[in-house]
């Protein structure tokens, strides 16, 4: 769910008003993709976080980390 707009999905486009007259502002001007990068951030600090830990399953092991750090020093 979106954090900029409060009970819209994330990334989900600006409502449209239906009225034909001029739209009505809000209180704080927003730039136009200022709701598409903070919930992108948003999204991108959830993934992080919810991979904490993760170790690929081809990752270089501990033992061998060692061994490659004897060999360079």
Known sequence: ASRVQKGAAIFAA????TMLRLTKLDEQPVHAASRYVY???VALYTLANENAG???PQDVTDVDRAQLIALIA
Do not use: F, N
């Open 39 to 41: 919930d992108w951030l």
């Open 54 to 56: 993760y170790r690929h």
């Open 14 to 17: 600006t409502p449209r008003s």
